[in-house]
């Protein structure tokens, strides 16, 4: 089955940079997604198809996608930023969520 | 902006079917640029993909599910359904449906807000 790997959790200073990675191998081939959710919500898309952020996503969320890993990274962390996020790949018409990662903004 | 809203039970019984609706406002269950789909999240778990359907009820699920899974729409109400046989206490979880964009890959562009159901023995 397809797998998606990514670190249980997280953490980075206020102002600081993030960088949540979801790994697999050749993930490179694949578009991948990205969501973020806070406790209590719904998940919201942030990134798709690698680095495409949607509609009223800040600029400080970018993605990039290369070899065996993707990565979500946030620039200029801030309080409201943390959050799990989850990567997601569609392959061979299945869908795939990485376990999820928590982000602990100190 | 399209607006997705959960309905159904909060508690099924162990054994008995799962069966939730998804009302879409805003756009429409008959736009062929999108499909619709329903994600769950058992409690402090992550998100387990169940399937998704397009306006021509062509189905894909999850190949763990897909002997208990069944999809639906109803364009004329602008709704899609989950139902989930056999249900067990592993199926306890918040269950979201999800509009899915379709441009090179799938993925889920606008989220309800979950509806939490209970399986109960």
């Known amino acids: 089955s397809y797998e998606l790997t990514q670190p249980l959790s997280v953490s980075v200073a206020l102002g600081q940079t993030a960088r949540i990675t979801c790994g697999r191998n050749?993930?490179?081939?694949?578009?991948v997604h990205w969501y973020q959710q806070k406790p209590g919500q719904a998940p919201v898309l942030v990134i798709y198809?690698?680095?495409n952020r949607p509609s009223g996503i800040p600029e400080r969320f970018s993605g990039s996608n290369s070899g065996n890993t993707a990565t979500l990274t946030i620039s200029r962390a801030q309080a409201g930023d943390e959050a799990d996020y989850y990567c997601?790949?569609?392959?061979?018409?299945?869908?795939?969520f990485g376990g999820g990662t928590k982000l602990s903004v100190l | 902006q399209v607006q997705l809203q959960e309905s159904g039970p909060g508690l099924v019984k162990a054994s008995e079917t799962l069966s939730l609706t998804c009302t879409v406002s805003?756009?429409?269950?008959?736009?062929?640029?999108?499909?619709w789909s329903w994600i769950r999240q058992p409690p402090g778990e992550g998100l387990e993909w169940i399937g998704y359907?397009?306006?021509?009820?062509?189905?894909t699920y999850n190949p763990s599910l897909m002997s208990r899974v069944t999809m639906s729409v109803d364009t004329s109400k602008n709704q899609f359904s989950l139902k989930l046989t056999s249900v067990t206490a592993a199926d306890t979880a918040v269950y979201y449906c999800?509009?899915?964009?379709?441009?090179?890959?799938?993925?889920?562009?606008?989220w309800g807000q979950g509806t939490l159901v209970t399986v109960s023995s």
């Open positions: 997601q790949v569609w392959d061979t018409s299945t869908v795939v």
């Open positions: 805003g756009g429409s269950v008959s736009s062929g640029s999108y499909y």
């Open positions: 359907i397009s306006y021509t009820e062509s189905t």
């Open positions: 999800a509009r899915v964009g379709t441009d090179y890959s799938y993925y889920f562009d606008q």
């Open positions: 050749n993930i490179g081939r694949k578009n």
């Open positions: 198809r690698d680095t």
